[in-house]
Every structure is written in structure tokens, then in C-alpha cells.
């Protein structure tokens, strides 16, 4: 159950063939694809849809972290509709009226699926986001959004995410690998997708990398299924 994050380092010469080869490896393997800002920055709306073609059955999550007045936000998603991305990411500390309550109209409007930063996997988070973690989860309700994004490391925050929430919405986890946490953690605590980005995009093979990831995930599920 993962998410491939493809953020392309500013040293890699060919955007095209770097894409090309980590979808080939790993579209089988994987439930979708986020791309951010590195990659819009990098190969524009273009680069969105080489996505899209290339990886016609998998999820695709612009991660914008969306932090705007609602219009604006709502002028993003009008652009994003025509790259046939399935959902968006937004912030939620904007807050509803004029911001998300605009843009979650824009969103079913489009029919673009609408994910919520309810908390983050660094350690900032902690100062500011966190402390509004139960409210943040609250606009989940009011904006229908779809999934919302908590970090794998700090699993207590999606155990208290899922038990408030059920199991209407979907638990996107980020922080696996590179920044600490280990593949299944997050599921374990009641996660529905791991986001994984660099431990596999920077490895020279992808696919076994991957692999190695997916083992470990299946194995920490297991241990904590049993316990
Ligand atoms: P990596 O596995 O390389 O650390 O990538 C994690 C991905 O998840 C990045 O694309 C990052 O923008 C995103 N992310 C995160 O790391 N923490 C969050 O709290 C929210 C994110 O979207």
C-alpha cells in the first residue's frame, strides 16, 4: 500500500527518462503516484500529465499543500483539472470560510478528489499544526474531503486520527524511510497508504529497492496484526 513521491533532484539531466524509469519499475507495485512541487517546478504542467500517460491505472496526487485564498486556489484547480490528476493536497490551518469552503466546491466541481494536512512528519509540526490536530480533523466533515495526510512518524497521531474519524476517509503517511519511520508502521497504526519518495526514487534500482520496502511493510503488518 504505497504512494510513490516523485520529487526529482535538481541534479537529474533528464526529467523524461527519469520519470520513464521509475514509472516502468514500479507502476505495478505501487497504488499511485504524488507529485509536488519539485516536479512542477522542474518539467511544468507537462511533466503532470507525462505522469498521467505513463501511469494510466495509478492514483495521481498533486501534492500542492494548497495555503491560499479560496479563489486563487480555485484558479490552481481549474489549471490541474486538464493534467487528469485524481486529488489535491491542501493545508488546513487556512481555515474554511473563503479558503477550503471554496476550493472543496472547485474540487467536487472538477471531480478532483480533496486531501487534508491534518499534521507533518517533521519536527515543526509540533510546534503550531499540532496543537489543532482535533479541529483540523473536524473540517474533514464540513469540506468532504476524501483523505487526509498524517505522519508515519509520529504514529500516535493516526491512531487518534482513525479512532475519531472511522473508516470513511483515507489515511495518506508520509516520513517512511529517508526521514525515519519504517514501511508498515504507519498502517499498523491505521493508515490506509505509506508515502515513500526518496528511498526509492534515489536508488540506482528502483524496483528491487521497492521490493525490499514492500517486504518489510508486509512483515511489520503481519507482527502487529498478531500482537
Ligand atoms: P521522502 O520519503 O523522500 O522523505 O518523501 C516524502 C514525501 O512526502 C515528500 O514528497 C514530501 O513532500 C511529502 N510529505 C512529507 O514528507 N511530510 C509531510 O508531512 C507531508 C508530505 O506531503
Known amino acids: 500500500m504505497i504512494i510513490l513521491a516523485l520529487d526529482p533532484g535538481a541534479y537529474i539531466e ?13 507502476k505495478d507495485l505501487v497504488v499511485g ?3 509536488g512541487l519539485p516536479l512542477l517546478i522542474a518539467g511544468g504542467l507537462e511533466a503532470y500529465r507525462t505522469v498521467r500517460e505513463k501511469a494510466p491505472n495509478n492514483l495521481l496526487i498533486a501534492d500542492l499543500k494548497f495555503a491560499d485564498v479560496g479563489d486563487i486556489m480555485s484558479m490552481s484547480i481549474d489549471h490541474l483539472s486538464k493534467t487528469g490528476v485524481d486529488a489535491v493536497i491542501a493545508h ?5 470560510k473563503d479558503a477550503l469552503d471554496k476550493l472543496s466546491m472547485k474540487c467536487f466541481e472538477r471531480n ?6 491534518i499534521s507533518m512528519s517533521h519536527r515543526g509540526s509540533e510546534e503550531y499544526i499540532d496543537r489543532h490536530v482535533n479541529e483540523f480533523i473536524e473540517l474533514t466533515d464540513k469540506t468532504g474531503a476524501w ?26 503517511s508520509p516520513g517512511i524511510g529517508f526521514q525515519g519511520a519504517e514501511p508498515g508502521t504507519a498502517i499498523c497504526h491505521g493508515a490506509d497508504y505509506e508515502i515513500i519518495g ?18 518489510v511493510q508486509r512483515e511489520v503488518i503481519e507482527r502487529c496484526k498478531r500482537s
Do not use: M
Request: glycine share 4%; charged share 30%; net charge positive.
Open 112 to 117: 478532483i478528489k480533496l486531501i487534508l494536512v
Open 92 to 96: 488546513s490551518f487556512i481555515g474554511y
Open 147 to 172: 483523505g487526509v495526510v498524517a505522519p508515519a512518524t509520529r504514529p500516535e497521531i493516526i491512531k487518534n486520527i482513525r479512532e475519531r474519524i472511522g473508516d470513511r476517509i483515507k489515511i495518506f
Open 198 to 215: 526518496r528511498a526509492v526514487t534515489t536508488s540506482s534500482n528502483p524496483r528491487e529497492r521497492l521490493l525490499e520496502i514492500l517486504e
Open 14 to 26: 533528464d526529467l523524461d527518462e527519469w520519470l520513464s524509469k521509475i514509472i516502468d519499475e514500479t
Open 33 to 35: 503516484y504524488k507529485v
